[in-house]
């Protein structure tokens, strides 16, 4: 069995001596640690620090804000955001991403920032050490090539996070903290498309909190496949926001994960006026598929992954059509 690398832990009480701590060369931030403690056991990463950010007040808790926003602090439980009144009530399918995270022991210590800020998988990555030097490690961490695309000088590992997609069709905005004060993003531009530099967060920065915008005459709903319903990484994930206008579509968002290296928004401008039909939905299937890129990185085949991504798609904007 491994054992974890050895680590200073420091818990500081306030977001400004977190930014402090995660300044110093080799700090990482801890949230639940159900994503990192594990990665660490198997030799993934070799941190001088941990900050682990579990005493900070000001990173937990919901509030809906004045002007109907809603707020979540980046340390808030996965669970608690699951259960959460408003949340379900006027979000919910950020409820949902939240709820269908894991099983229920991870989401009671898993938080909303870690599970935006987890790392990118892959079957050549997420191994044992014995294992990776086995075979010759890869390009994400100690080695120098990349067995899933062999001739690629990036990482294709793949995001598998299950909320950001929901936060990122409606529009939501993550809080950033760090020694040059306090900056807001849209969710999607915390994301690199790259396995190995996966976020766009500087160092010494820490996420916050996350913003989003109040619901109004959206609907949204977020669905995944996995192997084991109880447990699992989605192998495939799809979140959609609608506006419906009569016959016509008034707004079309969609994003995806478990395809690609980041969670992305797919391109649906050209949709808006259109009639929801079969040849709409043919086309923005197409679209969903144009933006994909499933490779090899799990143990579930390609082939199967794409087509359960365009079946859901499909099936997820038709439901949330009908409902409208
Ligand atoms: C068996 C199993 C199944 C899983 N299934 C799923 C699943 O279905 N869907 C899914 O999305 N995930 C899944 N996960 C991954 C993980 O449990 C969740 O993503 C979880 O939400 C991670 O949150 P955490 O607080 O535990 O993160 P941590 O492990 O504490 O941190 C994860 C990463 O985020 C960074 N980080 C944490 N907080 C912050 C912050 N505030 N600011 C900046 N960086 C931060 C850490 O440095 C680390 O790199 C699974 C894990 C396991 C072990
Ligand atoms: S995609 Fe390539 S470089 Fe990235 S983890 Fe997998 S094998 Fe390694």
């Keep these: ?93 950020i409820a949902t991403a939240a709820a269908l995270v894991a099983g229920p022991t991870h989401r009671v210590a898993a938080t909303l ?28 961490y100690q080695g120098d090539k990349c067995h899933v695309v062999v001739k690629s000088d990036r990482c294709y590992a793949t995001y598998h996070g299950d909320v950001a997609p929901a936060l990122m069709v ?8 760090g020694p040059q004060g306090t900056r807001m993003l849209p969710a999607a531009q915390l994301f690199n498309e790259d396995g190995s530099n996966r976020l766009t967060l500087g160092q010494g920065e ?19 496949v996995r192997i084991r319903d109880a447990i699992d990484f989605p192998l495939a994930g799809i979140a959609v926001a609608l506006k419906r206008d009569g016959d016509r579509i ?14 992305l928004l797919v391109p649906t401008e050209a949709f808006v006026g259109a009639e929801w039909n079969a040849a709409t939905a043919q086309a923005v299937v ?7 890129n499933v490779l090899l990185t799990t143990v579930a085949g390609v082939k199967y992954r794409r087509r359960v991504l365009l079946a859901m798609t499909r099936k997820v904007v038709d439901e949330l059509w009908s409902d409208s």
């Design 113 to 140: 920032g870690g599970n935006l800020c987890q790392d990118t998988r892959c079957i050549f990555y997420n191994q044992s050490e014995w294992w990776r030097s086995g075979n010759d490690y890869c390009l994400k």
């Design 206 to 224: 820490v996420l916050a909190a996350v913003v989003v915008p109040p619901a109004g005459l959206w609907r949204a709903r977020y669905v995944k």
């Design 250 to 263: 008034a707004g079309l968002k969609l994003a995806i994960t478990g395809t690609n290296s980041a969670p």
């Design 170 to 177: 409606l529009d939501a905005q993550v809080e950033i903290v």
């Design 286 to 292: 197409q679209a969903v598929r144009k933006t994909s």
């Design 1 to 93: 069995m491994n054992l974890l690398p050895s680590f200073r832990t420091v818990r500081p009480e306030t977001l400004a001596e977190a930014v402090s701590a995660l300044s110093a060369q080799g700090a990482q931030a801890l949230g639940g640690g159900t994503d990192l403690l594990p990665n660490l056991r198997r030799g993934l990463g070799l941190p001088t620090t941990l900050v682990d950010l579990g005493a900070i007040g000001d990173l937990t808790g919901i509030a809906v804000l004045p002007d109907g926003s809603l707020r979540i602090g980046a340390g808030t439980s996965l669970e608690a955001i699951a259960e959460d009144a408003s949340v379900r009530g006027a979000w919910p399918a």
